[in-house]
């Protein structure tokens, strides 16, 4: 199983990006996508997230600029990422949990830098 993120670069504050991650290989009943980042000499943390049956879920700091979705014919979760801000740079990893066990990946990650 593969994750591929892409979307991620360098963009002035107020401005927008929009990532995408498409899950392939053998991959099967996919539970949960979702979109963490890790910031300069900070923690992971959840950005976003959006289960198979209800209600997406952001992060505080992202609540009305960013919005995710999901294609699930496609295997793939989107980030639309609006009004962005210094604070917003890092780097993103999208993650599946699929299974009866709710097993985790993890993409590579994807660089956002977001200029003052």
């Known amino acids: 199983v593969q994750l591929q993120a892409s979307g991620g670069g360098l963009v002035q504050a107020g401005g927008s990006l929009r990532l995408s991650c498409v899950a392939s290989g053998n991959i099967f009943s996919i539970n949960v996508m979702g979109w963490y980042r890790r910031a300069p000499g900070k923690q992971r943390e959840l950005v976003a997230s959006i289960p198979s049956w209800g209600k997406t879920n952001y992060a505080d700091s992202v609540k009305g600029r960013f919005t995710i979705s999901r294609d699930a014919a496609k295997n793939t979760v989107y980030l639309q990422m609006n009004s962005l801000k210094p604070e917003d740079t890092a780097i993103y990893h999208c993650?599946?949990?699929?299974?009866?066990?709710?097993?985790?990946?993890w993409g590579q990650g994807t660089q956002v830098t977001v200029s003052s």
């Open positions: 993650m599946v949990t699929a299974g009866r066990s709710n097993f985790e990946y």
